[in-house]
């Protein structure tokens, strides 16, 4: 095999070698641009309520969910049942 053989074979490799690497950074990269804070549903859901008040809203899917108004971040938000707030 000449140099440029050589040199087409090791450029192959590396590819395969890199593009999972690359394919894992890009699904991470994704996973952080989604939603960030709660849904606006879920701060509507408290408008007018006190911290502690059970109250229901629509979810992202549809659903009915029952939650609880909390401080989450100095705002007044619904958390689901059994969901943890995440200060």
Avoid: W, Y
């Avoid at 690359?22 to 849904?39: I, M, V, Y």
């Amino acid at each position: 095999m000449n140099n440029f053989g050589q040199v087409k074979v090791t450029v192959i490799l590396a590819l395969l070698v890199l593009m999972p690497l690359t394919a894992c950074a890009e699904n991470n990269s994704r996973d952080r641009k989604g939603p960030q804070g709660p849904p606006p549903e879920a701060i509507q859901a408290c408008e007018g309520k006190q911290e502690g008040d059970a109250v229901s809203f629509k979810g992202r899917r549809g659903e009915t969910l029952n939650a609880t108004c909390s401080m989450v971040k100095e705002q007044l938000v619904a958390v689901p049942e059994g969901h943890g707030s995440r200060e």
